[in-house]
Nanobody, 124 residues
Framework: QVTLVESGGDSVQAGGSLRLSCAAS????????MAWFRQAPGKEREGVAS????????YYADSVKGRFTISQDNAKNTVYLQMNSLKPEDTAMYYC?????????????????WGQGTQVTVSS
């Protein structure tokens, strides 16, 4: 069993920055891929970024490229999402996920473990 706990969400003004954290426990072989997703009210869930735990190769949604950075600290079993130049459209509940169900590590497809989410609100 894998448990994910997100933190770091807050309310900020446009142009500001936040760093989200996702602490993981109960790692298994399948948790080589970590990802961040977000969901705004009334909208579908959107993949934001993903990273291979070993190797650190990262992928980003076009909407966040150049502004968000996913990183990891394997010693702390923690994945981060540094968010800069935040926009009101970044407002959403942000979730981390792991153990992608097949295929390469991308912020899409089926993931088997999810955190409870952390709220990010960006005001104009």
């Amino acid at each position: 069993q894998v448990t994910l706990v997100e933190s770091g969400g807050d309310s900020v003004q446009a142009g500001g920055s936040l760093r989200l954290s996702c602490a993981a426990s109960g790692y298994s072989y399948g948790t080589n891929c970590m990802a961040w997703f977000r969901q705004a009210p009334g909208k579908e869930r959107e993949g934001v970024a993903s990273i291979y735990r070993y190797g650190g190769i990262a992928y980003y949604a076009d909407s966040v490229k150049g502004r968000f950075t996913i990183s990891q600290d394997n010693a702390k079993n923690t994945v981060y999402l540094q968010m800069n130049s935040l926009k009101p459209e970044d407002t959403a509940m942000y979730y981390c996920a792991t153990d992608r169900d097949g295929g390469p590590c991308r912020p899409n497809g089926q993931f088997n473990y999810w955190g409870q989410g952390t709220q990010v609100t960006v005001s104009s």
